[in-house]
């Protein structure tokens, strides 16, 4: 069964940095497309970053510049480093694991940490 672990999360103000990681267990991860999604409140969950098993990124235009997805396969984690944070970056992010190529059914979620930027 596979398991997504996040960590990483908490409380910084406008402008300081976090790095978010998540560990998956029970899959072949370095074949999976692993990514970071977030949603605030009375929002809908949308896409903050995305690396293919060949090591492409996608972000989205509201974090190009200040964030960078990247994983380390020997550890079956991705990573997502965040800089200089806004409040409107405030929400809680999950991390999702999907089977790309090698397994196209495959979309498995962590329980998601909450991440808040306040002064």
């Known amino acids: 069964q596979v398991q997504l672990v996040e960590s990483g999360g908490g409380l910084v103000q406008p402008g300081g940095s976090l790095t978010l990681s998540c560990v998956a267990s029970g899959t072949f991860f370095r074949f999976y497309v692993p990514g970071w999604y977030r949603q605030a409140p009375g929002q809908e969950r949308e896409l903050v970053a995305a690396i293919t098993s060949g090591g492409s990124t996608n972000y989205a235009d509201s974090v190009k510049g200040r964030f960078t997805i990247s994983r380390d396969n020997a550890k079956n984690t991705v990573y997502l480093q965040m800089n200089s944070l806004k409040p409107e970056d405030t929400a809680v992010y999950y991390c999702?694991?999907?089977?790309?190529?090698?397994?196209?059914?495959?979309?498995?979620w962590g329980q998601g940490t909450q991440v808040t930027v306040s002064s």
């Open positions: 999702n694991l999907k089977g790309g190529d090698y397994s196209p059914h495959d979309d498995y």
